[in-house]
C-alpha cells in the first residue's frame, strides 16, 4: 500500500485465485442482506449450497480475443451457483464460435462477462497492432492483460533500452490483448490495443521491428 | 525442498484455513501447488467458495484405499480437486465433523497419495491438532509443518508445552505468528521453536481469500504477501536456514530436531 515500488515480495507473486469478478458483490450485498434478516435467509443460502449446476469451464489457457471452440470447455457442476458470474452448460452451444473480451486460464470457469460480440473487441476508439517482438523487446513475465508501454526506438540495430521514452523513443500507452512465444528463438507474437489514433504508428513500428514492449504498473519491477 | 506442507494450530482459529489457501495460491513454479483441506471438525472453503464438497477429501480418502502404483498416488490429490477461479486446485472438506472426520481418519491411514514427489506441491490445511488423532497421523505424511499461532500468552503456552512432542513428530516445524508485538526471537526463545514468519490481520486479503472481495494486485496485500514469503522459502528449501531460529541447541530438549545453524534473521 505504502511503498508500490519495490516490494519484490509483493510484487512478483503470482496469485492463482481470483477473488471475485463484478459480479460477485451481488454476493456482498446478499450477505449484507442475511445479516439484516438473519436466520431465514441464511436457511435459505445453505439450502443452495447443495444445488449443483453445470457451468463452463476453461480446458486450457484462452487469451483475449480467442474464438472459442469446442474443445476449449469442459463443464463442471458447482452448487449455489445462481447470480454468480458462470455460463450455465445449457449455452455450451452459443459459446462455441463467440469471442473472449478476456484472458481465462486453464481451469477456471468462463464469467458471463467474458464473451462478447466481435464489436466489443477491441473497444471504441481502440485498434488492436499485431507484433513479432525478438527476444529482450519485452519482459519475459509479460501476460495478457498487462498495461503495458510500446516503446519506439529511432533505428532497429539500437539497444532495447528501459522504458525512457526521452530522446530519440517514442512511447505509447497499451494493453498486452495476447501473447504468444514462438517455439524457436524466443520471439514472441503479441497483439496490441492501442488508442485508434496512435495505431498506425505502432504499426509500422511494428513491421519495421523498432518497438520493445515494456509492463508498466508492473508486476515485476526490477 | 518442501513438497507437502501441514498447516495447523493448536486452537484458536487463528486463520489457518485462510493462511494455508494463501500459501497454495502463491506457491512458486509453474505446477504451483495444491490445497487440501483435511480439517477433521469440518471444513469452510465449499461454503466460502460455493463448490459442491464433491470431488473433495470423501472421494480422496476414499480413492487412496485403492491407489496403490505412486503414478496413480501421485495423480489421486490433483483429481480430486477441483479448480478455483484464478487456478488454485482445492481438494475441500465436507462442511460437518461427521463426515470430515471419518474422511480423514481414512486417509490417515492411506497417507500416500499426499506424498507426490512430481506435479504440484500440497498444502493441507490440518485445522486443529490434537495429539494422537487421525489428524497426527496425517501430518507426518507432510516434510514440513508450519504451526499457526496468535502472539498471545495463552496460545503461545499451549504450543511451547507442545513444542517437545510436536518437533519430534515432524522432519521439520516453524511457527508463523499471526499478529502481535514480539519479536521473533523473543518468541523464538520463549516456546523453543523457530519463527518462519508473521501474517499480519488483513481483512481484505482476507475477504478474497474467502472469495468475497476482488483484487487487482492482491500479491500486494500482507497476507498475501507473508504467504508469498514464506512459499518462496520453504519452496527453496531454505526455510530453516533463513528463519529466526529457536534457543540454542543446548536447551532444545533432545527430542527436537537439530537446532538450525544460522541465526541472522532472512
Ligand atoms: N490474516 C487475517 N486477517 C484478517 N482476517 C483473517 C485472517 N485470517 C483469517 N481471517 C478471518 O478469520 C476467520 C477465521 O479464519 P480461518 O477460517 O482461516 O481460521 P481457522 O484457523 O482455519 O479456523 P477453524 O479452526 O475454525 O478452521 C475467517 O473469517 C477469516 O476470513
Ligand atoms: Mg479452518
Not at chain 1, 519482459?139 to 526521452?166: E, H, N
Not at chain 2, 465436507?94 to 514427489?117: C, I, N
Not at chain 2, 511457527?175 to 518468541?187: A, F, K, N, Q, W
Request: charged fraction near 20%.
Amino acid at each position: 500500500m505504502t511503498d508500490r515500488r519495490d516490494r519484490s515480495t509483493a510484487s512478483q507473486a503470482q496469485v492463482r485465485l481470483l477473488g471475485t469478478g463484478p459480479r460477485r458483490w451481488r454476493w456482498l450485498g446478499f450477505g449484507a442482506a442475511l445479516m439484516a434478516v438473519g436466520g431465514l435467509i441464511a436457511a435459505t443460502a445453505v439450502g443452495r449450497l447443495d444445488d449443483r449446476q453445470g457451468v463452463l469451464v476453461a480446458t486450457g489457457d484462452l487469451p483475449a480475443g480467442h474464438v472459442v471452440a469446442a474443445e476449449d470447455l469442459k463443464v463442471a457442476d458447482i452448487g449455489g451457483a445462481d447470480g454468480l458470474s458462470v455460463i450455465p452448460d445449457d449455452r455450451l452451444e452459443e459459446t462455441v464460435g463467440q469471442i473472449l473480451n478476456v484472458p481465462v486460464s486453464e481451469g477456471s470457469v468462463l464469467p458471463n462477462t467474458a464473451l462478447g460480440p466481435k464489436a466489443a473487441y477491441p473497444g471504441a476508439g481502440e485498434a488492436v497492432v499485431g507484433a513479432a517482438l525478438a527476444p529482450g523487446r519485452f519482459p519475459a513475465s509479460v501476460r495478457p492483460g498487462a498495461q503495458v508501454s510500446v516503446v519506439i526506438s529511432s533505428d532497429s540495430g539500437t539497444d532495447t533500452g528501459g522504458a525512457q521514452d526521452g530522446s530519440g523513443g517514442q512511447a505509447f500507452g497499451a494493453r498486452l490483448q495476447s501473447f504468444e512465444e514462438a517455439e524457436d528463438g524466443g520471439v514472441a507474437l503479441v497483439e496490441l490495443v492501442v488508442d485508434a489514433g496512435d495505431a498506425a504508428q505502432v504499426a509500422s513500428a511494428a513491421a519495421a521491428e523498432r518497438i520493445s514492449v515494456v509492463q508498466v504498473r508492473a508486476r515485476g519491477g526490477d | 525442498m518442501a513438497r507437502t506442507v501441514a498447516v495447523f494450530s493448536l486452537g484458536g482459529a487463528p486463520g489457518v484455513t485462510t493462511f494455508a489457501m494463501a500459501l497454495a495460491s502463491v506457491w512458486p513454479g509453474k505446477a504451483g501447488a495444491v490445497l487440501l483441506e483435511a480439517d477433521a471438525a469440518g471444513g469452510d472453503i465449499a461454503a466460502w467458495r460455493r463448490l459442491p464438497t464433491s470431488p473433495g477429501l470423501v472421494d480422496l480418502a476414499a480413492a487412496a484405499r485403492h491407489e496403490q502404483t505412486p503414478g496413480a498416488q501421485a495423480l489421486a490429490l490433483l483429481a480430486h480437486a477441483q479448480t478455483l477461479p484464478g487456478g488454485l486446485p482445492v481438494c475441500v472438506a465436507p462442511a460437518t465433523a461427521e463426515r470430515a472426520g471419518g474422511a480423514v481418519r481414512l486417509l490417515s491411514q492411506h497417507p500416500r497419495v499426499l506424498a507426490a514427489r512430481t506435479g504440484p506441491a500440497a498444502v493441507m490445511d490440518l485445522g486443529r491438532l490434537v495429539p494422537r488423532s487421525p489428524t497426527a497421523q496425517l501430518a507426518v505424511a507432510a516434510d514440513t509443518a508450519v504451526l499457526l499461532v496468535h502472539d498471545d500468552l495463552a496460545q503461545l503456552r499451549r504450543v511451547k508445552e507442545a513444542a517437545a512432542a510436536l518437533a519430534a513428530g515432524f522432519g521439520e516445524l516453524g511457527l508463523v505468528v499471526r499478529d502481535g508485538r514480539d519479536s521473533d526471537t523473543e518468541i523464538a526463545q520463549a516456546v523453543e521453536l523457530p519463527v518462519w514468519g508473521r501474517v499480519p490481520t488483513d481483512a481484505k486479503g482476507a475477504a478474497f481469500v474467502r472469495g468475497e472481495r476482488a483484487g487487482r494486485r492482491p500479491g500486494r496485500w500482507p497476507l498475501l504477501n507473508a504467504a508469498a514469503a514464506l512459499a518462496r522459502r520453504l519452496a527453496d528449501g531454505g526455510a530453516t536456514a533463513s528463519a529466526v531460529a529457536g534457543p540454542p541447541a543446548a536447551v532444545v530438549p533432545p527430542a527436537a530436531p537439530p537446532a538450525p545453524t544460522a541465526t541472522g534473521r532472512a
